[in-house]
């Protein structure tokens, strides 16, 4: 019962996301959804997206469910989905909701840094 409401919040996510373009390096686009930052004392969680402009062993996009710890300057994955064309359409590829236990160091200049200081920035 517990994955079928998850599964159902995660299609309703994706039907109403307000996704918000925060860079394009030519290879892919990157997005954010405004309505998924969550605040919860010292980590923020979001989800995000790729689009990729070419297919990558049959994924074209994805979208993870992230967490990041602002101070520490960490992050985590907490779930994914890869889909075969791009912005989240066509056959889901695969899918994983297990969160990761370790917590990885971001790394300066790089998208995952500059996703951080925008949620971050946008907590309470």
Not at 13 to 38: L, R
Not at 42 to 61: D, H, I, K, R
Not at 69 to 83: D, H, P, Q, Y
Not at 114 to 124: A, F, Q, T, Y
Request: charged residues 30%; contains cysteine; aromatic residues 12%.
């Amino acid at each position: 019962m517990k994955k079928l409401i998850m599964g159902l919040l995660l299609a309703s996510n994706v039907a109403h996301a307000d996704w918000v373009m925060y860079g394009d390096n030519g290879k892919a686009e990157f997005y954010y959804d405004d309505k998924t930052i969550i605040a919860n004392g010292a980590t923020v969680s979001v989800w995000e997206m790729l689009s990729y402009s070419f297919p990558l062993n049959g994924v074209q996009s994805n979208r993870s469910h992230k967490e990041y710890k602002c101070e520490a300057r960490e992050f985590r994955n907490l779930e994914g989905e890869f889909f075969s064309e791009p912005y989240l359409k066509g056959n889901k590829v695969s899918s994983g909701a297990d969160r990761e236990d370790e917590w990885r160091p971001v790394v300066e200049g790089t998208r995952n840094n500059e996703l951080m200081d925008i949620v971050c920035g946008k907590r309470s």
